[in-house]
């Protein structure tokens, strides 16, 4: 299985910092890597597909880069309801793996 | 828009069938692909499987041996069943809608739209 490894897992941050999160593939995986947004008692929201599409309707503050191991999602000017745990999944190959999520906390 | 539901006992007994169902709307069940992830309380995301809408289903190799993923085009659902379950496999367990084939052909394996989630608590 490929390991999906977020760093760090948690943080905390002022609204309109710029906040960066990152996640590493145990191999490559080219730009099979997506980011999710979770809420408390919520379902994973679609944030960045192929490691930088943006999904239709998620603000433009959101950004993901990177391709192979190592990949980046940038938050912007980040907003209240930007606090929340952010997922990466790689698609590469099955099983479909998560890492284990940052959760970005209020400061 | 894509809504889907999930549906289904809360509570479980050891070495008993956790069985759900998700109901769709707003997409044609007969077209896209369909996946379940399961939650632990406090814990990270673990994919299940999923199923083609040719009716192709793909597992995760540690759960392969106990999954079944079905669908029921008639009711516009699909189903999940987990035999043999302990207490490992309390969860919320997410149904989602799997983006598919792009415009290149390309199978892209992530999930555009899920349900709000079903905790299943297995325990006597």
């Known amino acids: 299985d490929i390991q999906m490894t977020q760093s760090p897992s948690s943080l905390s941050a002022s609204v309109g910092a710029r906040v960066s999160i990152a996640c590493r593939a145990s191999?490559?995986?080219?730009?099979?890597l997506h980011w999710y947004q979770q809420k408390p008692g919520k379902a994973p929201k679609l944030l960045i597909y192929?490691?930088?599409s943006l999904q239709s309707g998620v603000p433009s503050r959101f950004s993901g880069s990177g391709s192979g191991t190592d990949f980046t999602l940038t938050i912007n000017s980040l907003q209240p309801e930007d606090f929340a745990t952010y997922f990466c999944q790689q698609s590469y190959t099955i099983p479909l793996t998560f890492g284990g999520g940052t959760k970005v906390e209020i400061k | 828009q894509v809504q889907l539901q999930e549906s289904g006992p809360g509570l479980v007994k050891p070495s008993e069938t956790l069985s759900l169902t998700c109901s769709v709307s707003?997409?044609?069940?007969?077209?896209?692909?369909w996946s379940w992830i399961r939650q632990p309380p406090g814990k990270g995301l673990e994919w299940i499987g999923y199923i083609s809408y040719t009716g192709s289903t793909n597992y995760s190799p540690s759960l392969k041996n106990r999954v079944s993923i079905s669908v029921d085009r008639s009711q516009t659902q699909f189903s999940l069943n987990l035999r043999s379950v302990t207490a490992a496999d309390t969860a919320v367990y997410y149904c989602?809608?799997?983006?598919?084939?792009?415009?290149?052909?390309?199978?892209?394996?992530?999930?555009?739209?899920w349900g709000q989630g079903t905790l299943v608590t297995v325990s006597s």
């Open positions: 191999q490559t995986i080219g730009t099979y």
């Open positions: 192929s490691a930088s």
């Open positions: 989602a809608r799997v983006r598919g084939y792009d415009s290149r052909g390309t199978l892209q394996e992530y999930f555009l739209s």
């Open positions: 707003g997409a044609s069940i007969s077209s896209y692909y």
